[in-house]
């Protein structure tokens, strides 16, 4: 059977069901944001971790080494406070091809030192090794939650309202105009390359010196204007604030995770593992200016881009009713809908009164692989 | 600066040198077998990462991935027995081309849950992705030890025994074996496709047949009386049997660490981190009889293959002499030297009485990237 036909969660649901848990220390395995563990402290233990590899994950063309570092730890310290935890420590292996220097691995390290000190979280270990190939990066989490207090993405009830964190669509806006840059550059570079073989080979030298010359001012585009959505693709920042926010606030979301495969998708996790459907509405979701400037430019539906881009490492969470008022007075925090029985279904009300149905059309590591 | 210049020890020293940490609950970071920390249980908690790249850690030519899944999980439970601790959760994550079907996956989560199994660890989460190459495996685990029976690298004394469980350099030896057999396969079918591209050209469907038939015969080499080697190169058994016979002898080590990269690094470790000496005697050194009579064969020291080899996953550890008696009536312990001054340097006392100052020669990962 081909793996793309289960697709990434089919695949790991297909490979760990049946696990039989054998400790009483595990109480959470395989299906939430993080593993959680009960090592007989006041507080519980949560671990993540993540894969990320060249070409797949991340593109070196226009991905600058600080920044996969500086991203690379926050998408796992995120999935730690999707679980309403605290990040603790945090393990570091890399796969590196002869092409890496030192520096470059330093460049990594700094990246992956910055998120961790805005976060503080603890590197306490990892490996370095050759690789055949191109850059493979493997982080590993450690973090803790009050017994109390962790949040699954199985406890939303039906009539709980549905919130999100800052904006939606950004980060994915950001990759659009990242790639359709690259593909520019390597059109223009293209061009440019078969000219001066043709110089070359008439022996111009003038000409030659010309071309060489534009072929060296062709790989600076012009990003004004579109400054936060390529630092939403590059730079994530895992919502550390938030999580302080709805604690000084006494506020304990009966569900959460974070947004990372985008929030059609997440909250169809959310539905499922709750049991509950739920509807949202287009009018509410979160968008920053930028974004839907880029997604008209680009011929976009910014709604779809919101829904389905993934990567903004915001938190959706579902409270009570009863806490609507305290949510407000969270600043960052947008109320989208609200969660009903799961024979309702999952919905997406449009600003015309139409309703679409909910469908994970989020980004699917393994379908072109 | 080119990485192979540093090394794999020196450089996540140099990647990690001056990280502070930031978590009362990190109790030990980088430079032993586990991180350590405190979250407040009866017992501290452990955590080991390792990553396997393909072409790198492994060769699918002879490696089935059942057993490639098996020693991955393997490696690693064994650095948390190392520390004198019992593995509780495993997260795994896959990175797979193309290649690769889910009953390829099935075969290498079948090795991992049955090394699981044996050691009583939990699958706890993970990830599976796309690669755009080869195969990768990235693997952390999850322990526990009480406070007070965590064993360190820095722990030795000076006049401690040091010991070593089970036999070494077999493993090393079964890669030798299995890459000699895959270079005179490769010879030998180079040579028959040679010979059948040649009866093509000519017509001579006769011949044809006969190469073909004997093209297909050739996978077969024979490991009779070498099947103890290949096992422990393809199938190494983490010591949880020590640890456990360990602690109903109520013996704790002053030092401890498992042996993967040789016993000569391995002792270099912990008299570093121990600041300590050693003296270790080569007739002392535990040998199987299908290692020494490969290695006479091959033509290699078979001293050099114990001390260099790595991977054979044993445990290396230190003890007061007073408990001497005590760890005699534990099988499959072996007293190999005692702990001396720093000043007094590391050395191997040879059969002849010379004595050789101890080399760190084992497996460097990033030397031949």
Not at 37 to 50: F, K
Not at 84 to 103: A, C, I
Not at 229 to 255: C, M, W, Y
Request: charged letters at 25%.
């Amino acid at each position: 059977m081909e793996i793309a036909e289960l697709g990434e969660f089919g695949l790991i649901r297909h490979l760990t069901e049946n696990i039989e848990i054998k400790n009483r220390e595990t109480v959470k395995g395989v299906g939430d944001d993080c593993a959680v563990m009960d090592y007989g402290g006041e507080r519980v233990v949560l671990m993540t971790t993540d894969l990320l590899l060249e070409g797949v994950h991340f593109d070196l063309q226009y991905v600058p080494l600080k920044h996969l570092g500086y991203k690379a730890a926050m998408v796992n310290l995120s999935d730690i406070y999707a679980m309403n935890g605290r990040p603790r420590q945090m393990t570091v292996s890399l796969g590196v091809s002869k092409r890496f220097s030192v520096e470059d691995l330093e460049e990594i390290y700094a990246g992956l030192r910055l998120a961790c000190d805005s976060c503080q979280c603890d590197i306490v270990g990892g490996d370095t090794s050759a690789s055949m190939t191109g850059l493979t990066i493997s982080i590993t989490v450690i973090g803790d939650a009050a017994r109390d207090k962790v949040v699954y993405r199985s406890g939303a009830k039906e009539n709980d309202i549905i919130c999100v964190t800052g904006d939606l669509g950004a980060a994915y806006m950001g990759l659009q105009l990242l790639e359709r840059e690259k593909g520019i550059y390597y059109e223009q570079s293209r061009e440019l390359q078969q000219k001066i073989a043709e110089a070359k080979e008439s022996g111009d030298s003038q000409k030659l010196s010309t071309l060489n010359a534009q072929l060296s001012t062709i790989a600076t585009p012009d990003f004004t204007g579109r400054e936060y959505l390529l630092e939403r693709q590059l730079k994530p920042e895992a919502r550390k604030d938030i999580i302080e926010a709805l604690a000084a606030a006494g506020i304990v979301p009966t569900a959460m995770m974070d947004i990372s495969d985008g929030l059609s998708s997440e909250l169809m996790h959310i539905c499922k593992q709750s049991n509950v459907g739920c509807r949202v509405y287009e009018e509410r979701i979160p968008l920053d200016y930028q974004t839907a400037a880029a997604a008209e430019e680009m011929n976009l539906n910014v709604t779809t881009c919101a829904m389905n881009g993934g990567e903004d490492y915001e938190l959706l969470f579902t409270l009570p009713l009863s806490q609507n008022d305290a949510i407000q007075a969270v600043p960052g925090v947008k109320t989208i809908g609200y969660i009903t029985r799961a024979e309702a279904g999952q919905w997406l009300v449009c600003r015309d009164g139409t309703e679409m149905e909910l469908k994970a059309q989020g980004w699917n590591p393994l379908k072109n692989s």
